[in-house]
């Protein structure tokens, strides 16, 4: 327990919140792993496993888990898969530890490695991030992280040195505070944002031992317009910006192409694409923006359980 903290209203300390994903080959061995690491904290500590739609055998093994071990408080189905941040933001719902770990089950992060994450978030940090030591993702991953990741923080203002980096400490008011649900997952950027006390721990990071990521250009394009739609920075606000010197370099063009002669008449293609580009770009974000609105209004949830198993803690 942190200094001048009181868990009083919460059984427990912290909740892991492990999201799993056709890990049937893998999950026991991570278990046994991620059980002796958080003992090793010496916090208090329940396992929150939600299985993202698994239809291999994860949801048995989760379960056989679950039976097997009372450390294993809370197992979720989700109804398909919805992607690790809407499985992480189902466990932070039904989780009931004062503060949350979260973690992939995969294996390419070392639960042995949450010590000294804890070491850091014992001294006062908010959040504690994994900074992963050497990248072994593909090319095309590891490639969109680093093109993504300095932007990203620029508009965000959060300095975390690994973004998307899923092995984290952090303070349980700060993950509630975003209001994590159905409705708006868990976002890491926002997260990163929000906090005012941080660290970046090094850790190990490797190959996937068994089976393929469900990481996708579409759910990177997704999660990019869902963090930018989120930050205070809006991009509506930089893409205006951006319309208004392309409004003033056009205005320029006409009123002085003239004196250029040809010279200006060689200049005309490029100015008119770049005025076309800017507006199909904010329509584009318009067109995204309400989308998303109505989406978080009217439309499905982020995720659905399928169905929930809740031990009792005392």
């Known amino acids: 327990m942190r200094v001048g903290e009181d868990y009083g209203e919460y059984p427990v300390e912290f909740s892991a919140v492990i999201s799993c994903y056709f890990e049937e080959v893998t999950i026991r061995e991570f278990h046994r792993r991620l059980r002796a690491a958080l ?15 698994s239809t291999d055998g994860t949801l048995a093994a989760l379960l056989e888990i679950y039976e097997a071990d009372t450390a294993v408080g809370i197992v979720i189905d989700l109804m398909k898969n919805s992607g690790s941040a809407a499985a992480v933001a189902a466990g932070c719902v039904e989780a009931r530890g004062r503060h949350f770990i979260f973690l992939d089950s995969d294996l390419q992060l070392e639960p042995e490695d949450l010590p000294r994450l804890m070491q850091e978030f014992d001294k006062g940090a908010d959040l504690v991030n994994g900074l992963r030591r050497t990248r072994n993702d593909t090319w095309m991953r590891t490639t969109a992280s680093r093109l993504l990741q300095p ?25 509630r505070g975003l209001g994590p649900g159905p409705r708006r997952v868990l ?14 721990v090094l850790v190990e990071h490797h190959p996937r031992p068994h089976g393929s990521s469900n990481w996708t250009v579409a759910g990177l394009l997704g999660l990019i317009l869902d963090t930018l739609f989120g930050l205070p920075r809006n991009p509506f606000r930089l893409i205006g910006e951006a319309a208004v010197l392309s409004s003033v370099l056009l205005a320029l063009y006409v009123a002085f192409g003239s004196l250029a002669g040809e010279a200006a008449k060689a200049l005309t293609p490029p100015v008119l694409a770049l005025g076309l580009s800017v507006v199909i770009v904010v329509l584009w974000l318009i067109g995204e923006y309400l989308l998303q609105l109505h989406r978080s209004l009217y439309g499905a949830p982020r995720y659905m359980v399928r169905a929930l198993w809740r031990r009792t803690l005392g």
């Open 187 to 200: 976002n890491p950027v926002h997260l990163a944002a929000a906090a005012r006390d941080w660290a970046d």
């Open 151 to 175: 932007g990203l923080r620029w508009l965000s203002g959060a300095q975390l040195a690994d973004l998307f980096c899923t092995f984290k400490v952090v303070h349980g008011q700060l993950v």
């Open 39 to 53: 003992q090793a904290t010496g916090h208090s500590f329940e396992i929150v496993y939600v299985n993202d739609g």
